[in-house]
Nanobody, 126 residues
Framework: QVQLVESGGGLVQAGGSLRLSCAASGRTFSRYAMGWFRQAPGKEREFVAGISWSGLSTYYGDSVKGRFTISRDNAKKTVYLQLNSLKPEDTAVYYC???????????????????WGQGTQVTVSS
């Protein structure tokens, strides 16, 4: 059974940085694309970043381009999200996710993902 566990969230001032981690277990991690999404109160879940199974291709939502960086360590079965130049509007619960298709493309919609972590809260104060 696939399990995803996020960590690294917290409270940070605007302009600050955080590094989120998502540890995966339950299958061969290196065969699957990974994604990060976020959801703020009263809003829909939003695509933040995605990375291919090989790590060679990355994708970002328009609101985070140039500020966030996704990466993965297949040996550690972990995907990371580096958050820099944080803004109050980045406040949300951040989720990592993966799908059921080995060596597949990176999805940018929540419906394309089959497994989700429990989320980690990121709060940015002004």
């Amino acid at each position: 059974q696939v399990q995803l566990v996020e960590s690294g969230g917290g409270l940070v001032q605007a302009g600050g940085s955080l590094r989120l981690s998502c540890a995966a277990s339950g299958r061969t991690f290196s065969r699957y694309a990974m994604g990060w999404f976020r959801q703020a109160p009263g809003k829909e879940r939003e695509f933040v970043a995605g990375i291919s199974w090989s790590g060679l291709s990355t994708y970002y939502g328009d609101s985070v381009k140039g500020r966030f960086t996704i990466s993965r360590d297949n040996a550690k079965k972990t995907v990371y999200l580096q958050l820099n130049s944080l803004k109050p509007e980045d406040t949300a619960v951040y989720y990592c996710a993966t799908d059921d298709g080995p060596f597949g493309r990176v999805g940018v919609r929540a419906v394309e993902y089959d497994y989700w972590g429990q989320g980690t809260q990121v709060t940015v104060s002004s």
